[in-house]
Structure formats: structure tokens, C-alpha cells
């Protein structure tokens, strides 16, 4: 096991016995040696970052895309396959879709409408 997924597992195990001790009124259990306050600051400042995460890493799942679109999953499939749909990503077998790219998808999808319908043609 890598020693970063070690300290990870490590932390993570700590901080449940820790919330579980709490939340029954025990002691907290003594894991040993704490690691100082670096190892607690690299950890808050992971959850700074990732607050303040770039929208690019925004993404939503195949089924929250058609929900809020209002839209069957089978519907964004067929799209995709006319080479009409968003740009999407898998990862493992899910289908995962950039807020940016989804944004852009919309506003070609929208342009193309307005050409398709507009009334100063005759």
C-alpha cells in the first residue's frame, strides 16, 4: 500500500472512531503519535482547494443531465450518437458530463434554433 493511502486510510479511520467515540460519550480511542499540525493543515487546506475547485471540474452523470434537463437518458444517447449531444467522458461505465461543456452544448443548440427560426428570412 502506498504510504499517501496509508496516512489517507489512517486519517480516515481515526476520524471515524473518533465521531463514533464522540457521538456514544466514550473517550476517544488512542491511535498513537498524532502526526502534528502539518499533516492537519495539509488536510484542511486539500478542502480549501477543492472549495474554491475551477468550474471546469464541475460535471454532472448522464441521469442528473437528463433530469435537469427534462429529458429521458435514452434521449442524450440518441443525441450523442447524431453526433448532436454534449461532449461527455466515462468514467468507468458512467457517463460523465462537464457544467462548462453542457453550458456550450446549450448555446450552439440555442444559435442553431435561432437560424433554423428566424423570421427576417423570407
Not at 466515462?90 to 457517463?95: D, N
Amino acid at each position: 500500500m502506498s504510504g499517501l493511502l496509508k496516512r489517507s486510510k489512517d486519517m480516515a479511520c481515526g476520524h471515524l472512531l473518533g465521531t463514533l467515540a464522540s457521538s456514544l460519550d466514550l473517550e476517544r480511542p488512542d491511535l498513537g503519535a498524532s502526526r502534528g499540525p502539518s499533516a492537519r493543515a495539509a488536510h484542511l487546506s486539500f478542502m480549501d482547494i477543492q472549495d474554491s475547485a475551477p468550474r471546469t471540474l464541475e460535471v454532472l452523470s448522464l441521469p442528473e443531465l437528463a433530469e435537469r434537463l427534462h429529458v429521458s437518458a435514452q434521449t442524450l444517447y440518441d443525441l450523442r450518437t447524431k453526433g448532436r449531444g454534449p461532449r461527455g467522458f466515462r468514467v468507468g461505465p458512467r457517463l460523465m458530463f462537464r457544467v462548462v461543456e453542457i453550458e456550450a452544448w446549450l448555446a450552439r443548440m440555442e444559435a442553431d434554433d435561432a437560424r433554423r427560426h428566424d423570421r427576417s428570412r423570407p
